[in-house]
């Protein structure tokens, strides 16, 4: 077992995904467990972290663990500083005590905005990762998901940023509300969504009138499950289209995230007119992790 | 047992709510379960009134019954029909075939909006009490709750109508979102409330993103559970008041509900520097249920 070998770890609210790395940032292995921050007490991230990697571990040398996301959190196992925006995605690691001789483990900062208030963890891991493809990329990032961040990149560093409760408004009232008994999740009608999509832009004051809409029409006018579905997620991910547009659109947005969210983002945005290119949200990760690991290995 | 008697229902989706009424409109008696729509299969609904109404009833006489509320939707009793704006809040009552021949049972009608499509089934009873005691009364009602509605009212009729998902989006932000680990809702904190109100009416398009940042300022400015509390309820408010703004508010605005809410929703339109007053809706379902009691046995 190569002593370069290191394991990049995504540690989030609900889930815990490791990947055993060379030092090339080739992908050796990889396994994942539900057992996510929220299931565990502080005293039991070292054992969650040890039940997945330890087939990755030797006796001989400890291995560098690089994780990022909500188990910086203060709710997490540690809790990492956050750098203030405007910062590089990533620099100073918090390194967190273990009694596993064979493990050393270093978490990445969040990113925190002062005004107006925001704060990240894990997407900073992301955009470094689409800096360490891309050095000259300037302009905006989107990370669709269930708090969905719009970042402003200049020169390296995150300018500013902005989280939208997209994601987790859309499942709250597809699952929770009285839109639950009208929207079939994997139903769609794209131009029910183009459509939500531009009534939400040019009207975003209508927004829970239309949210309310939705269940009025399916009573009266027969909108179907998989139209109310795509007009419940195109007023929501409008609102954050026309929320986001002080972040510069004119190069194009780069979308980092799960491939099929993306690709619903793809539409909104071609509906207003901007083009976007997407980046799997793993990928990138795993590139900013590396870049983590490199900082780590030459001590910057 | 006066033969003029007959009862009230006000029946919703978890309560069941039931008066004993003279003919003059004095309440003689009243019961109440959380028997509502969401528990009962539509065979259930008669025994479950029954069990709170057979002390009142006589062998000798049937007893009308008059019923109002999510009782008369498809999930309900029986499907009432609905009027169509603009319209009477209150005509055309449908009678429900029932086996106790002590009662005879009618359910006031819901009224629709074709465009934009609404509905509602209770309100418009309210709306026929605020009329029954102002039979002057032009311009807008406010009926705040989980599905706010906002009403025109125009010699007699209700001309347009829209119902915002306000209250269900505060319960669902405020006890199933991220915002769950940082909003008391038995705390409050006025200046966050008007401050809110005023984000709100003044950028709409930024709500999913202030509502998220009451979790940031959480974390690294120290908002207090009371002001986060007050900036969630301000938020979601303010985007309905500015929703709203087509209902005409010259001559003020009628509130009718829960006092407490109504007292929340006349602090924020006076932000706006709106005059409202406060209409008990108990008081208003039991004068529009009269209405239609009067309506019935004069034959209208």
């Given at each position: 077992m190569s002593t370069d070998n290191w394991i990049a770890v995504d540690w989030g609210t609900t889930h815990l995904r490791t990947w055993h790395m060379n030092s090339a940032g080739d992908i050796l292995s990889n396994r994942c467990s539900n057992q996510g921050m929220n299931s565990?007490?502080?005293?039991?991230f070292e054992a969650a972290l040890l039940s997945l990697i330890s087939p990755w571990l030797s006796d001989d040398h400890s291995t560098q663990v690089l994780a990022c996301g909500m188990?910086?959190?203060?709710?997490?196992w540690l809790e990492a500083n956050y750098n203030s925006t405007?910062?590089?995605?990533?620099?100073q690691l918090t390194q967190v005590p273990v009694t596993d001789l064979r493990i050393e483990v270093y978490i990445c900062p969040g990113v925190k905005q002062l005004e107006p208030a925001d704060v990240m963890r894990g997407e900073e891991t992301q955009i470094a990762g689409l800096l360490a493809s891309d050095a000259n990329f300037n302009g905006a990032v989107c990370l669709p998901g269930t708090h969905s961040k719009w970042a402003q990149i200049n020169e390296g560093k995150i300018s500013s940023f902005q989280t939208f409760l997209t994601g987790e408004l859309y499942a709250l009232l597809s699952?929770?509300?009285?839109l639950r008994h009208c929207v079939d999740c994997n139903e769609w009608d794209d131009q029910a969504f183009k459509l939500a999509i531009l009534d939400s832009i040019t009207k975003p004051d209508r927004v829970t009138t239309e949210l309310f809409s939705i269940r009025a029409q399916t009573l009266?006018?027969?909108?179907?499950a998989g139209e109310a579905n795509a007009r419940l997620s195109g007023l929501l991910i409008g609102l954050e289209l026309t929320g986001a547009k002080?972040?510069?659109?004119k190069d194009g947005v780069a979308l980092v995230g799960d491939n099929k969210l993306c690709e619903i983002y793809l539409q909104a945005l071609t509906v207003i007119g901007v083009k976007a290119t997407i980046h799997p949200s793993e990928q990138m990760t795993l590139k900013g992790l590396q870049l983590a690991h490199q900082q780590l290995v030459s001590g910057v």
């Open positions: 565990l007490l502080p005293d039991q188990v910086g959190s203060r709710q997490g405007p910062c590089a995605p990533i620099s699952q929770k509300s009285v009266i006018t027969d909108l179907s002080a972040f510069s659109h």
